[in-house]
Every structure is written in structure tokens, then in C-alpha cells.
């Protein structure tokens, strides 16, 4: 029953599609109700198939209509369920650009198309995976289809290009269009200068992009990551770097260089004329390489750090051997990877195949014709396991990080990078034979055929190259270490004089600046293009200028533009011992071109010395820079000083000129002529050569003032500068310029120029100080009945100090002055002031009291006063009462000086102080313990009383409370008591 259901399926679809509706016409129609078709990944990678970057995400086509609905491709419209292949090989459509039902009659392929999967293994055609390429590339998983997914493994292509896939629904309704972008893969490097010690890597593609340097004996170590189109690592399986050894290590680089420079200039591979057994007739074969030297490439195979061409961890790029496809041979001739045609205006295409690398001596079909462009012309392979055919067995696998490391010996100029893959297909030789008709090439049946030598050919060249470049060259004029002029012919060539010895500094620099510096030995050289021999220098260290040069002298004998090659070789340090088939040199040739111009030199004589006023001769002789060859016809202006006069050089190359220099100054002869590079002389017209006079009036040497006026006399007409400021000078030679001192030392420089350029310059140094002196006072001791003080301290030396009216004595920062004084507060006012008149004025308040001393003896009425009876003596004797000693209150203020009143109503005592407009108030009463002190409270430790009229109080309180100081002698019983009063 399944077989007999999948055979009605069939057959059902197979009718839908022989119906009429199954025309251009209403495919057309049906655009305005088309499908939506939806790919993922959105885009492809060149060289990679999806799955086996991301396996969750294979090339699958999600197919909805207009309102997201998905599309079950496998039912028929009455909801039958149709075969998948028949679904697939019928309702999936990619057509080449060849297919003529879709593109119309006249549809070819381009001259440039790439290698890809067909999307059908075996559709009935002749335009699917097992006719084009033996075998079923692609495996489809429908499983999903109810959910309008449908997925398709192992397709590749191997450039970047747009691929079109249309899908029919099994009723012919509906149809849609998918417009898929593939892309390159990309791949960065990172390189690192083996030579480095710090081991410094550089990346490119980066900012800059690093350049290698080639012809210097480097080897970098280039380590290389693959990602996707869309930036996913593309990961391998291996460890380190490896070979591929089997084809399920699918992810791959494998390295090649573009053509060397070298190929341009080394004798060509010499022709053999043979049969075209692509093709039949008669083909050029490449007998050898020629002169021609390839680039190698190291690999570290057993991780010991070293490179050893006896343990093959070294390898050389280069042509393979053609294989005979039509004998199934190897044959003896050698071909390149090539990657150009040859269509003509007609459209048809050259059968020859072209085994040598553009450009060449003839053209044809190269066997690396296989990508959507030529790209660089075509690369070049090293074959790592030397098995004559350029595959998977010579890719580096890519390890988990989709990494892989090579070491690249910078011989050449040229790029590096590989093929990258990864895909199942590194077994199949699947294109690149040259066509067998001159119209084959235009379908796809004919492009898809294997050239036996390459077979990497659904493998990718990615987006980005490393490069390997000439060092750079700086020129410089040896007499003067300036750069040798490129103003003549071309702006970006150096110039050289004809005939003449050129004496010019070659620098040698590295490619990227980044990078180590050159070696020494390495040999600059020029070529001219006439009969000069080539002539190398050989560079050394400059530790002067910290350069890697040489000096050349070099006499051109052709003149023109680009006239003059520069080269660069050095000795091959690897030869016979690391790279035993590389060159004992390695030269690069036309790293820069050199113009040639004839120079005009100029000799003129004066007759007399020219000055301004005088009516002067001056005769103008025009020679050619180095033969000494006397220039007619040249154009000679004289011009400056108020002179401008033009003439024509005679027969013996000379003008002759009549001049009077109305003013001083420069005179500027030029002479041009065709042919030749312009020349300039200047000569000097002046006055006299003697320096002008200045004369500067006397400046302070120190002042306190910010601005100053500089005054003097010079010679009318002369430019006065005071520190660069421009001074007014009358026409006497009177001039006055105002500056601005800072504090410090001012060097004021004062330059006269007159207008011959002669100059003098005088300096004269001020100093400025506008910051009033310091002045510090010593403490001085409290002061009692004394008539006179000494007032010490310090201030800035050099500086004058008044205390009052008497001046100090100043020695270097000390000074001191003794000053009259009086009892209670004296105001003094002491000013010091600077050497520059800077003054700094500071108050003192001096205090002088006057101690006032009562003496007392218990059971005495004798009061001394200051030393003196008291009148009239006490009227009671002070006593002592408990512990307490008692003394006449009222005796003792009024000896200080205080007012005492007796209250008799409320027995109470007031006391009042007053001295300086301060006071002291004190009210006590008979027979009570308190008083008051300025109405504070106060307690007394007895109370106090009266005895015969007279008030006791403790002497505690009055040492308290009145501000005096209690002595008493228990030996002879006598109360002392002092006190301090202004």
C-alpha cells in the first residue's frame, strides 16, 4: 500500500506540474501572491556548510504564506501526502545562471562563476550533484514540514555570491524567491616577530593593519582564527597545530601565498609546446620555474621550538605538476593556481590552459577558475605532504578555538593567507579543467569538471589577506641630512640631479614601524636606465641618529621621470643550512622610482659690491649642475630692494643687468628654462654691517612698583624690543617701553635691530618686591612699676623698624628698641619697612601696673603701705578667730585704692574698684555668710563682725575676691598682702 500511495503522489504531482499554469507567464503572475521564504542561517559562509558550524542551526528554508502561516510542501492540495524527493527535486529550485527557462534563451554563465552544491543529488537532469560531481553531496530532513521547515545538509559554495532558490507549492498557486547572500569567511592574524623577545603579536585586519617586512631575514609566526560570516568561531577538533590526515576533520586552512614580487623581474619559466589534452591542438607547458623563488612556510610539527628542514617542518610554496586527465597522469610540466580566463568580444572563451600566473607571455584557462572573481590572479600552495596534488592532506586543522599557527619566512613581497573549508567535500575534484570547446564554458555541465591537480575547490578564500611588504626607504641629502626634494616630475618620486654626484642617505626602515628594527647589511642600490651600472650600498647602525643607513653617491646620466630604480637585496642567512632551494640573495626591484632633472646652477659677479644707492653691474652666468655646460636661453630675473628687471641668457650663458637697490634687503635672482628645475639665489643688499648703538638709562635695582618704564637711546630707524615687547622710538632714537616686573629677579633684555639686520642687546636685571616685610615680637614679661621696656624681635633684613618715635637697632633680622613707659596700658605703633619701601605697621599694647603691698601682724595695729605706717594706724589689731584670720576690711580697700561705704541700716559694707573702666562691686552684711561679688554669691567661711567699729572680714575672701595675694608668715604672725593695679 505505501508503494502504491507514494506512486499516486508522484503521479499527482507530476500532473500538476505538465498543466498549463506551469509557464513563465503565470509563474509571473503568481509573484503578486508569492510565498515568503525565510533562510537560516540569513547568511551563508563561503566554504562552510551550516551544520557543521553550528549544528543547531543547518541551512534550512522556513516557508510561510502572506500571513506567517507555514506551508506543508507534502501534502497535495486535497491534504494527500506527496513523496519527499518528488517534493524536493520538483518544488525546490536553485537554477545556475545557464538555466534558460528562467533566464531566457540567451542565458549563460558569467565568465567567472563559482563552485557550488547543486540543492538536488539526482532530479532527473543533467544539472544535479551526481552527474556534476559523481557522487550525493546534499541530505534533506523534511521531518518538519507541517511547520513549513525544511532543511538541506551539505551544501557549500566556495565564494561570495547570492544564491536563488525558489519553492512552488504542489498546486502551482503559489511560488516564492529566496535571495540568499554566502559571504566570505573571515580570518584574523596575529602575528608575532620570531626575533622579538617580548614575543609582541600585531593583528590584520587591525588599525593599523601590521605588515610584515619582507627581504630582511624575518620569519613571523602567523596565528590565524577562522570565524563565520557571521562572526562564530569555526571550530575544529585538534590539538595544537596539525596536518589533516582524514576527511572528517572538516575544518581547515590551508596557507598559500600571492605571486612574490620577484616573479615580475627572475628569468620566466621556460614554454614546451604540447598537446592540449583538454582540448586537443596545441598547448603551452611550463617546463621549469625559471629564476623564480617561492616563500616557505614552517610548521612545528614536534613542538620543540625549531624549525628543521631535515624533519620536514619546512616547506616551499610553488607550482604542482599537471595531471593529464585524459590518460589519468602525472605528467613532468608544472602549473599554478591560476585563477583568470580568457573571453573574447564574442563570448567565447580560449581552451588554452594557463599554467603560469598573470601576467604572462599568452592566457588561456587557468585551473583555479573556479570562484565568482579571479580574486588576486590566482595564489600559490606549498604541497606539505609532497604528493603532487594540492588537498585536504596539505590544510592545517583548526583546533577547538578554530585556531592554527604557521611560521611564514618574509622572502618576498607579497600576501599570505589559505583556503578555508569546512565541508565534506575536500575529496572531490570538483572543477578547474579548462574548457574542451570555446562555448562549453558558458554552462554549468562543462565549468564543474576537476583538473586533477587542485582539489580543494569548494574550500573559500577568505575576506582578508596578511601582507608582506618592501622595507621603507628615507632619502636624505648627505651634506645636509634633509630630505631629498620630490617637486620635479612626480610628486611622490625622490629627485636626483642629472649629471651630477648624488650624495644621498638611505634609511632603511621596517614595513610596519610597529615592528624590529632592520638589519645591518642589507644592500640599497640605484639603477639608472641608461649605462650606469647598478650600485648597492650596505647598511650599518647610525648610533648618532639611531638609524639603520647607508650613504650612496650615484651620477645619473638620463634624466626624465621614474628614470632611476632603487633595489633592495640582502644575503640569504638561511641559505644552504635552513632553506637549502631558496636564493643565496633575496633582491626586491622597483621598491621606489627617482626623477632626474638637469639643475641650473648660477654664478653672478657684482661689479662693484652692490650697497643701497649705488648704480651697479651684475653679470649672470647659467651653467648645467655638474658638466659645467654653459645654459643659453634661460630666464634670469632679478628682483628686491625696489630692483625688477628680466633677461635672456646669451650664447655663453650669460644676462647682464644694470641695478640700483633703492632700499635694503634680500635680492632674489631666478633662472628657468625648460628641461630644467628651477634655481633661486639670494643675495643680501645692505647699509653697513656695524651693530647699532644702545644706550639704556640708569634702573632701580630694586623697586616695589609692578610697572617700569625702560628708557634709552639707539639709532633712528632701528626696532627697539624690551622682552620681546615692541618699544616707541621717536625719530631722535629716543624709545620708551613700559613692562610688567614680576616679584623676583626680572632680566630685562633690551634688542636693537636696525634695518640692515644688525643687532645689540643689552640685559639689565631688576628686582622686584612688592610684599610688605614680616615682623614677629618677642613675648615681654609682665611689667610692674617700671619707666621703661625693650621691645625685641625679628623682620626681614636689610629692613628699617620705628617703635613710636624711637628707632630700632636692626642687625640682619633682629631688632630692638627700649621705649618710655607709664603705669596702666601704653599705645605704641611700630613700622617697618623694606629695601624697596614695602612698610608694614603693628600695634603694641604694652601694660604697666603698680603693685600695691599691705603688711599686718597679728595683734599689731601697725598697717605698713608700701613699707610705710599706715596714718592713722589701725584702730584694732587684725586677730585670729577659730581657725580664721580676721583683718579690717575697710582699711585694706581703701589702701588698694577702693571706695568703702558703711550702711548702717542693714549693716552692710559695699566696696568698689574701679581702675581702666573696669570695676569691682562687693556688698557684704554683719552676721552673714554671704556677700556678693558683681551680685554673685558668694559664701564666706565666717561671717563677718564687728569689733570697737570696725569691720573683720577672713582674710580667705579677701585673697579671693579683691585679686590679691595672701602670704602668712605663722612664724612672726604677719599677713602680707599684694596687689596689681594700673
Not at 286 to 298: C, I, K, N, T, V
Not at 938 to 949: F, H, R, W
Amino acid at each position: 500500500m505505501k508503494t502504491m500511495r507514494t506512486i499516486i503522489s508522484l503521479a499527482l504531482v507530476l500532473g500538476m506540474l505538465a498543466l498549463p499554469g506551469f509557464t513563465k507567464e503565470t509563474n509571473k503572475a503568481l509573484a503578486a501572491s508569492s510565498l515568503i521564504i525565510t533562510p537560516t542561517p540569513s547568511i551563508l559562509t563561503a566554504g562552510m556548510a551550516a551544520e557543521l558550524v553550528d549544528p543547531a542551526r543547518p541551512f534550512q528554508l522556513m516557508v510561510t504564506d502572506q500571513n506567517g502561516k507555514p506551508v506543508d510542501l507534502t501534502r497535495g492540495p486535497d491534504g494527500s501526502a506527496i513523496d519527499q524527493k518528488v517534493v524536493w527535486n520538483q518544488l525546490f529550485l536553485d537554477p545556475h545562471p545557464d538555466n534558460r527557462y528562467y533566464y531566457g534563451r540567451d542565458a549563460v554563465l558569467p565568465s567567472y562563476y563559482w563552485t557550488r552544491t547543486d540543492l538536488h543529488n539526482d532530479d532527473g537532469t543533467n544539472v544535479c550533484n551526481k552527474l556534476l560531481f559523481g557522487r550525493n553531496l546534499i541530505e534533506i530532513d523534511f521531518s518538519q514540514a507541517s511547520r513549513g521547515i525544511y532543511i538541506f545538509k551539505g551544501f557549500v559554495a566556495n565564494d561570495v555570491g547570492e544564491l536563488r532558490i525558489k519553492v512552488i507549492t504542489p498546486d502551482r498557486r503559489f511560488a516564492g524567491e529566496a535571495r540568499i547572500a554566502v559571504k566570505a569567511p573571515v580570518v584574523t592574524y596575529k602575528i608575532t616577530n620570531t626575533e622579538d623577545t617580548e614575543s609582541k603579536a600585531f593583528e590584520s585586519p587591525g588599525d593599523p593593519d601590521f605588515v610584515m617586512t619582507a627581504c630582511d631575514n624575518r620569519i613571523y609566526n602567523i596565528r590565524v582564527t577562522v570565524q563565520d560570516a557571521e562572526g562564530k568561531v569555526v571550530r575544529g577538533i585538534s590539538q595544537g597545530v596539525s596536518l589533516c590526515t582524514g576527511i572528517k576533520k572538516t575544518a581547515r586552512f590551508t596557507p598559500f601565498t600571492t605571486r612574490p614580487a620577484n616573479y615580475k623581474w627572475a628569468t620566466k619559466p621556460a614554454l614546451v609546446q604540447g598537446y592540449n589534452f583538454y582540448a586537443g591542438g596545441q598547448a603551452y607547458f611550463l617546463a621549469d620555474d625559471g629564476s623564480r623563488y617561492d616563500m616557505h612556510l614552517g610548521l612545528d610539527l614536534n613542538n620543540d621550538g625549531r624549525l628543521e628542514w631535515t624533519n620536514k617542518e619546512i616547506f616551499s610554496f610553488g607550482p604542482q605538476y599537471v595531471f593529464d586527465t585524459a590518460n589519468k597522469i602525472w605528467t613532468g610540466y608544472l602549473t599554478y593556481y591560476n585563477t583568470t580566463n580568457v573571453r573574447y568580444n564574442n563570448g567565447e572563451y580560449s581552451t588554452h590552459p594557463f599554467f603560469d600566473l598573470p601576467p604572462a607571455e599568452y592566457g588561456g584557462w587557468g585551473l583555479g577558475c573556479i570562484y565568482n572573481s579571479p580574486h588576486f590572479d590566482g595564489v600559490i600552495f606549498a604541497n606539505l605532504n609532497d604528493d603532487k596534488v594540492i588537498d585536504y592532506r596539505d590544510s592545517l586543522n583548526l583546533d577547538v578555538n578554530g585556531q592554527t599557527s604557521f611560521y611564514i619566512f618574509a622572502e618576498d613581497a607579497c600576501f599570505v593567507g589559505g583556503l578555508v573549508g569546512n565541508n565534506y567535500w575536500a575529496d572531490i575534484d570538483a572543477a578547474g579543467r579548462p574548457p574542451n570547446t570555446n562555448t562549453s564554458a558558458s554552462f554549468i555541465t562543462s565549468r564543474y569538471k576537476g583538473d586533477g591537480s587542485y582539489w580543494l575547490d569548494f574550500d573559500a578564500i577568505p575576506e582578508t589577506l596578511a601582507k608582506i611588504a618592501s622595507p621603507k626607504f628615507k632619502l636624505l641629502i648627505a651634506e645636509t641630512r634633509e630630505d631629498l626634494p620630490k617637486y620635479f616630475f612626480n610628486k611622490d618620486n625622490y629627485d636626483l640631479v642629472y649629471s651630477t654626484q648624488n650624495h644621498v642617505v638611505v634609511i632603511t626602515q621596517p614595513a610596519d614601524e610597529r615592528d624590529l628594527p632592520m638589519h645591518i647589511d642589507g644592500e640599497p642600490g640605484f639603477k639608472g636606465n641608461q649605462h650606469e651600472a647598478a650600485i648597492y650600498g650596505r647598511t650599518e647602525y647610525e648610533e648618532r641618529y639611531n638609524d639603520v643607513e647607508t650613504t650612496m653617491v650615484f651620477t645619473p646620466t638620463g634624466t626624465g621621470e621614474a628614470v632611476v630604480e632603487m633595489r633592495y637585496r640582502t644575503q640569504n642567512r638561511s641559505w644552504l643550512e635552513v632553506l637549502p632551494n631558496s636564493p643565496q640573495y633575496y633582491e626586491l626591484q622597483e621598491v621606489t622610482w627617482l626623477d632626474v632633472y638637469k639643475g641650473l646652477e648660477i654664478v653672478i659677479e657684482w661689479e662693484p659690491q652692490p650697497e643701497v644707492g649705488r648704480t651697479i653691474k651684475a653679470f649672470v652666468t647659467c651653467y648645467t649642475s655638474g658638466t659645467r655646460e654653459v645654459v643659453p636661453n634661460v630666464n634670469v630675473t632679478v628682483k628686491g630692494c625696489g630692483f625688477d628687471a628680466t633677461a635672456v641668457t646669451n650664447t655663453k650663458g650669460k644676462a647682464t643687468f644694470e641695478c640700483t637697490f633703492s632700499q635694503e634687503g634680500e635680492v632674489v635672482v631666478q633662472a628657468t628654462k625648460n628641461g630644467f628645475r628651477e634655481t633661486l639665489l639670494t643675495y643680501r643688499i645692505a647699509k653697513d654691517k656695524q651693530p647699532p648703538m644702545l644706550n639704556i638709562d640708569p634702573l632701580p635695582e630694586l623697586t616695589k612698583e609692578e610697572k617700569i618704564s625702560v628708557m634709552g637711546t639707539t639709532e633712528p630707524d632701528c626696532v627697539v624690543l624690551v622682552n620681546g615687547t615692541r618699544a616707541v622710538v621717536d625719530s631722535t632714537g629716543k624709545f620708551l617701553a613700559t613692562i610688567t616686573l614680576q616679584n623676583g629677579v626680572n632680566k630685562i633684555t633690551i634688542t636693537t635691530k636696525d634695518p640692515s639686520g644688525n643687532e645689540t642687546e643689552k640685559m639689565i636685571v631688576v628686582e622686584m618686591d612688592n610684599i610688605p616685610p614680616l615682623v614677629i615680637l618677642d613675648n615681654l614679661d609682665k611689667l610692674i612699676d617700671v619707666e621703661s621696656v625693650e621691645i625685641k624681635g625679628r623682620v626681614e633684613p636689610g629692613s628699617r623698624v620705628r617703635i613710636g618715635e624711637v628707632e630700632a637697632i636692626v642687625v640682619n633680622d633682629i631688632f630692638k628698641a627700649t621705649v618710655q613707659v607709664k603705669k596702666g596700658q601704653n599705645n605704641l605703633v611700630l613700622v617697618a619697612m623694606d629695601r624697596a619701601g614695602n612698610s608694614t605697621e603693628k600695634p603694641i599694647a604694652i601694660m604697666v601696673w603698680h603693685k600695691t603691698v599691705v603688711e599686718m601682724v597679728i595683734g599689731n595695729s601697725t598697717m605698713l603701705v608700701d613699707g610705710q605706717p599706715s596714718s592713722p594706724p589701725l584702730s584694732v589689731a587684725p586677730y585670729i578667730k577659730g581657725s580664721r584670720t580676721m583683718v579690717p576690711i575697710r582699711a585694706i580697700s581703701q589702701a588698694f585704692g577702693a571706695r568703702v561705704e558703711w550702711l548702717p541700716e542693714d549693716k552692710s559694707i559695699t566696696i568698689t574698684f574701679n581702675e581702666g573702666g573696669a570695676s569691682i562691686f562687693i556688698i557684704m552684711r554683719v552676721g552673714s555668710k554671704t556677700a556678693y561679688v558683681d551680685q554673685k554669691a558668694v559664701e564666706l567661711d565666717a561671717e563677718p563682725e564687728i569689733k570697737s567699729g570696725t569691720t573683720f572680714v577672713p582674710l580667705r575672701f579677701v585673697a579671693e575676691n579683691m585679686g590679691c595675694t595672701v602670704n602668712f608668715d605663722s612664724a612672726t604672725k604677719t599677713v602680707k598682702i599684694e596687689r596689681l593695679s594700673y
